[in-house]
């Protein structure tokens, strides 16, 4: 059962590290298109790699104090499903 928490935790792991990532990704090719020089590769690169490491150091910290799976849950939960009453409010 331990290995099947270890998979579920570096999965979380993964989703909230490439979450900065991906927005580093549209930063860089933002800055690339509006500057397509050398200088331009240079700052989307920079860009990317701050992305990465960002992400790296923010799903650590998480995994660290309260564990991924606990903090994805925490994220995606839907409140206006925990209702008991099943009234319709069209």
Do not use: H
């Amino acid at each position: 059962m331990k290995i099947v928490n270890t998979i579920f935790e570096c999965i979380g792991w993964l989703q909230i590290a490439i979450s900065p990532f991906i927005i580093s990704i549209l930063l860089a090719v933002a800055v690339y298109y509006y500057k397509q020089d050398r200088i331009g590769m240079l700052l989307g690169i920079l860009i990317l790699v701050g992305g990465i490491i960002t992400g790296i150091v923010w799903a650590t910290r998480i995994y660290r104090k309260r564990g991924t799976v606990n903090f994805m849950a925490k994220v995606s939960r839907n409140p206006e499903l925990d209702n008991d009453e099943n009234t319709d409010s069209y």
